[in-house]
């Protein structure tokens, strides 16, 4: 049983188009994160999310936009794609109690041409 | 207000040589601290935790850990390293009882030599 599970794995696509990343937690955590991962390997976090609260990372573009069906899903749409949106995207899941550790998804290796 | 410097962003060893992996963590009330691994063309996975029990935290692999507090440290050790070892490695704070979003090193790439 897959915990974090992220769709597309390798998704290619052309500036200007919008594309969408799902990602799925079967955890039952109550939060959810997308990361970017830059070619250096940075980690920055764009969004954390659950029920009471949507917390945006002030340096994302407003092109990106979770949207979240329902308490274990959390998706990623970007609009007007640029060259520099290439990158790894990881969705997260953890806890608001306890220890706070994540569970990160295989990732989406996003290329834009 | 938290932070985390790992030192190196790559630490090179031989395989069999002990494996020491640097980070130091600022935080303004007391800390989660963490490691995670990440394998080639994966995502980051829990490799151990400090929650305010043991100072001395064993992970998966091999891995430990010691928080100490006076030097504001959780170093990752591991006594002899192997070439499955070599990864990205991340330290992460958050806050004890506070935020839970946790706050991450720039990563160390282990790279081990046979």
């Known amino acids: 049983d897959t915990a974090v599970s992220q769709t597309p794995k390798y998704l290619v696509t052309q500036m200007g188009n919008d594309k969408s990343i799902k990602c799925e937690q079967n955890?039952?955590?109550?939060?959810m994160y997308w990361y970017k991962q830059d070619s250096k390997k940075f980690l920055k976090i764009m969004f954390s999310?659950?029920?009471?609260?949507?917390?945006i990372n002030e340096t994302v573009p407003n092109r990106f936009s979770p949207k979240s069906p329902d308490k274990a899903h959390l998706n990623l749409h970007i609009n007007s794609l640029e060259l520099g949106d290439s990158a790894v995207y990881f969705c997260?899941?953890?806890?608001?109690?306890?220890?706070?550790?994540?569970?990160f998804g295989p990732g989406t290796r996003l290329t834009v041409t | 207000a938290q932070s985390v410097t790992q030192l190196g962003s790559h630490v090179s060893v031989s395989e069999g040589a002990l494996v020491l992996l640097r980070c130091n963590y600022s935080?303004?009330?007391?800390?989660?601290l963490f490691w995670y691994v990440q394998y080639p063309n994966q995502g980051l996975q829990l490799l151990l935790k400090?929650?305010?029990?043991?100072?001395l935290v064993k992970g998966i692999n091999g891995f430990e850990a010691e928080f100490k507090k006076s030097e504001t440290s959780f170093h990752l050790t591991k006594p002899s390293a192997h070439m499955s070892d070599a990864a990205e490695y991340f330290c992460?704070?958050?806050?004890?009882?506070?935020?839970?979003?946790?706050?991450f090193g720039r990563g160390t790439s282990l790279i081990v030599h046979p």
């Open positions: 955890l039952g955590h109550d939060t």
């Open positions: 400090y929650t305010s029990a043991a100072t």
């Open positions: 992460a704070v958050s806050a004890a009882g506070g935020s839970y979003i946790p706050t």
């Open positions: 935080s303004s009330v007391p800390p989660y």
């Open positions: 997260a899941s953890s806890r608001t109690s306890g220890t706070h550790e994540q569970y």
């Open positions: 999310y659950n029920n009471k609260e949507l917390i």
